[in-house]
């Protein structure tokens, strides 16, 4: 299947990048990286999800960029990152690693935002060593450490056995997504998004999701299927927003506020009224400025706090 082009125009086509680099992860994997806005800014790294590229934070990337550098990677196998043969957790860390490395200078830190597999990332992440040198804090959206599976609502029918295999099957399903049609957008739409979701977010979404190899979204299927990244939630001991829509049949409401439960500095959960798991895109305003909250408390501030220390010295 061809890579179909992204949205060309409104808020979700992609902006062109300010510079653009490959990054080699600890198995060889190539990574497509952007960065995007002014040297020296305050730093955002963004980390998408299953079956989604760079394109999927158009609308972050837009408006942060503005006063951020916004540092955007494909995960392997999405986007312009070649497949690899390592589909684990583990290869997401390191990639993740590799990016952080890559394009933070030693001791800069950042604000990680991972939606979806991207939040998966920075859990699987959370004990390594280049992560805990380079976050500053945390932004997970609608996203869940394990029984992914079982917890997802897109079968319409009472949690059970039945259910779950049923779900696993539509996941895991190795068919061709093919062209994206009307069918195709009211599929994806029921599935991923919001029922109030505007036409140009679900034709945003359907570009990305229908551009990604089904052999790539099949191989990553699996890992959500097992996933059990519990002890990286424990181990994510940076200050750490939540963010949920209430009609994320992906990945419910109940995984976010394990998180928030279970996460040894929550700063706050917001579920969002009536939204769908394409959080970034459904809902552009809050999850970027829960980003910019992020950055002020957690990197402003404590540059402030530094200059102010430095005065007081040399007075």
């Known amino acids: 299947m061809s890579r ?23 198995d060889g994997a190539r990574l497509h990286v952007e960065t995007h806005g002014p040297d020296g800014a305050p730093a955002v790294v963004l980390a998408h999800g299953w079956t989604c590229s760079t394109a999927f934070w158009a609308a972050q990337i837009r408006d942060l960029a503005a006063d951020h550098r916004v540092i955007a990677y494909d995960q392997r196998g999405h986007g312009r990152s070649p497949a690899s043969p390592a589909c684990t957790t583990d290869a997401l860390a390191d990639d993740l690693e590799a990016v952080l490395g890559a394009t933070l200078a030693p001791g800069e830190q950042a604000v990680i935002a991972g939606h979806s597999m991207g939040g998966m990332t920075v859990m699987a992440a959370s004990g390594r060593a280049a992560f805990r040198e380079h976050a500053a804090a945390v ?38 997504l093919g062209p994206v049609t009307p069918l195709a957008r009211r599929i994806l739409k029921y599935g991923t998004m919001g029922p109030a979701s ?23 299927s699996h890992v959500l299927d097992l996933l059990d990244l519990d ?15 209430t009609a994320d049949r992906l990945t419910p409401p109940v995984h976010a506020r394990a998180l928030a439960a279970a996460l040894p500095h929550c700063t706050g959960l917001t579920e ?8 970034p895109i459904e809902a552009p305003e809050p999850v970027t400025g829960t980003i910019r909250e992020l950055v002020q408390a957690h990197i402003q501030a404590h540059i402030h706090a530094d200059i102010q220390v430095v005065s007081e010295e040399s007075a």
């Open 4 to 26: 179909l082009p992204h949205v060309d125009s409104g808020p979700y086509a992609p902006p062109a990048p300010a510079r653009e680099l490959t990054v080699v992860s600890a």
């Open 139 to 176: 932004l997970l959206c609608s996203t869940g450490s394990s029984q992914l599976v079982a917890a997802a609502t897109v079968v319409a029918m009472r949690p059970g056995p039945l259910r779950t295999w049923l779900t696993r099957r539509i996941l895991g399903s190795r068919a061709p």
């Open 198 to 220: 505007a036409p140009h977010m679900v034709e945003a979404c359907a570009r990305i999701v229908h551009a990604c190899p089904r052999e790539v979204r099949h191989a990553w």
């Open 231 to 245: 002890h990286g939630v424990r181990e994510l001991d940076v200050p750490t927003a939540v963010v949920v829509g």
């Open 272 to 279: 969002l009224p009536g939204i769908g798991h394409m959080t």
